[in-house]
């Protein structure tokens, strides 16, 4: 499993809507015993949004978000799945087959990562849809 940071922004977020659905998902993910990839984009946006005063009402220090960040890839099942030469290759056929631009560009990054890696992406964006190729999953719904 490939996650996506709007799941991550909403477990910590207990303003969110999705907070206590995405915290018990979150939480039973990092239990069990699958593999949970969380790619450097993945924790990047996450660090960017949670810590952004326009986009969160109570947002948290740099300190904060990366001391989430830091106690999540410590967890035994989370790996950081490596971008590569490949990735880059698969993440050009999708821009020209689907015509992505802007806002859903980050969206194809993580969908060519997880085509890479053969990994289903986590998300409550319903975006991944448009990409062929990937397989993806709403933990919430």
Not at 7 to 23: E, F, K
Not at 67 to 88: F, K, N, Q
Not at 89 to 106: I, Q
Not at 120 to 141: E, G, Y
Request: aromatic share 8%; glycine share 6%; net charge negative.
């Amino acid at each position: 499993m490939l996650v996506d940071a709007n799941l991550l922004l909403y477990a910590v977020n207990d303003a969110a809507p999705q907070h206590d659905a995405a915290r018990a998902w979150w939480e039973a993910t990092l239990n069990g015993s699958s593999r949970v990839g969380l790619p450097w984009q993945t924790i990047g946006a996450f660090v960017r949004i949670v810590t952004h005063p326009r986009v969160i009402r109570r947002p948290l220090t740099a300190e904060d978000a990366w001391g989430y960040a830091a106690e999540w890839l410590d967890v035994d099942v989370v790996w950081m799945p490596p971008a590569t030469e490949r990735t880059a290759a698969v993440l050009g056929a999708l821009l020209r087959r689907t015509g992505v631009t802007g806002n859903l560009v980050p969206d194809a990054q993580l969908a060519a990562l997880a085509i890479e890696h053969g990994l289903v992406v986590a998300s409550a964006d319903s975006d991944f849809a448009q990409f062929p190729d990937v397989r993806w999953t709403n933990p919430l719904q």
